[in-house]
């Protein structure tokens, strides 16, 4: 069984910046695929970033590019996001997922944790 547990959202003003931590059980996230998603109100799900192979490959959105970092502990089997110079369009709910690294689909989702910058 598969479980993804995410922390470290919060409230931060604009500028600043948060660390969301992936903590995966049943999956080795130095051989997954591990993917950030967001869900603003309103809006439908979108990537952020993802990790193969714990970080041998990354990827991330246009709109986070340069800002934020997926990387991971492979000790602790966590994957985390620095998010830096965060902007009031970066407010969401954040899901990290795993998924199966030959497809690129994700297969296991965690329960989310919302990120709100203030302006």
């Known amino acids: 069984q598969v479980l993804l547990v995410e922390s470290g959202g919060g409230l931060v003003q604009a500028g600043g910046s948060l660390r969301l931590s992936c903590a995966a059980s049943g999956r080795t996230v130095s051989s997954s695929l591990m993917g950030w998603f967001r869900q603003a109100p309103g809006k439908e799900r979108e990537f952020v970033a993802a990790?193969?192979?714990?970080?041998?490959?990354?990827d991330y959105a246009d709109s986070v590019q340069g800002r934020f970092t997926i990387f991971s502990n492979n000790v602790k089997n966590t994957v985390y996001l620095q998010m830096n110079s965060l902007k009031p369009e970066d407010t969401a709910v954040y899901f990290c997922a795993a998924g199966v690294t030959g497809t690129g689909e994700y297969t296991h989702w965690g329960q989310g944790t919302q990120v709100t910058v203030s302006s």
């Open positions: 990790a193969w192979w714990g970080g041998a490959r990354t």
